[in-house]
């Protein structure tokens, strides 16, 4: 299986800061690597698929770079609603596997 | 409007069975993908088991192999998740989710989530 790693586990960061999380696969899944957010007690909601293609709705301070093993989500200005934890998921090959998520906290 | 609603979740015995259903609308049911993720109390994301739109590709990881079946009914526009000789270790929120299509091509990323079926397994 491909394992996928993010860091850091968790973030303190304020409003209006750049931020950027990174996600390490075991194995090159060339740009199959999608991103999601999730607030406590709701569903996730996707956020970046094929590394870099922002799903439809998602406000354009968010981007994702990266290929092979290494990949990077980038929000370049934190707003209030961007608090949330985010996983990265491999859609490479079965069985899909997500990163153990970051928590993104207010300062 | 996508909408996902899980159903069929609940308490049950170690060893027996539970039957999550899925029922979908807003969008073309049979042209995509299906998948469903697990998530246990305070942990992260797992895949647990995923079918093609024409039920022609069923995947499951391991922990799940020989004891879940996922199929579909697509003039109900429904996902099923038959779970058979529950763990301990299978207690979790379930979501359906909507495979995504790139490029004229199911993706594997999930674009579209329920809100969750809850299975606690518990004697």
């Known amino acids: 299986d491909i394992q996928m790693t993010q860091s850091p586990s968790s973030l303190s960061a304020s409003v209006g800061d750049r931020v950027t999380i990174t996600c390490r696969a075991s194995?090159?899944?060339?740009?199959?690597l999608n991103w999601y957010q999730q607030k406590l007690g709701k569903a996730p909601k996707l956020v970046i698929y094929?590394?870099?293609r922002l799903h439809s709705g998602v406000p354009s301070r968010f981007s994702g770079s990266g290929s092979g093993t290494d990949f990077t989500l980038t929000i370049s200005s934190l707003q209030p609603e961007d608090f949330a934890t985010y996983f990265c998921?491999?859609?490479?090959?079965?069985?899909?596997?997500f990163g153990q998520g970051t928590k993104l906290e207010i300062k | 409007e996508v909408q996902l609603v899980e159903s069929g979740g609940g308490l049950v015995q170690p060893g027996r069975s539970l039957r999550l259903s899925c029922a979908a609308s807003?969008?073309?049911?049979?042209?995509?993908?299906m998948h469903w993720v697990r998530q246990a109390p305070g942990k992260g994301l797992e895949w647990v088991s995923g079918?093609?739109?024409?039920?022609?590709?069923?995947g499951y990881v391991d922990s799940v192999k020989g004891r879940f079946t996922i199929s579909r009914d697509n003039a109900k526009r429904s996902l099923y998740l038959q779970m058979n000789s529950l763990r301990a270790e299978d207690m979790a929120l379930y979501y359906c989710?909507?495979?995504?299509?790139?490029?004229?091509?199911?993706?594997?990323?999930?674009?579209?989530w329920g809100q969750g079926a809850l299975v606690t397994v518990s004697s």
């Open positions: 998921q491999q859609s490479y090959s079965t069985p899909y596997t």
């Open positions: 094929a590394a870099s």
């Open positions: 194995q090159s899944i060339t740009g199959y």
């Open positions: 807003g969008f073309t049911f049979e042209d995509y993908a």
């Open positions: 079918i093609s739109s024409n039920s022609g590709y069923i």
């Open positions: 989710a909507r495979g995504g299509i790139y490029r004229g091509y199911d993706s594997s990323h999930f674009d579209y």
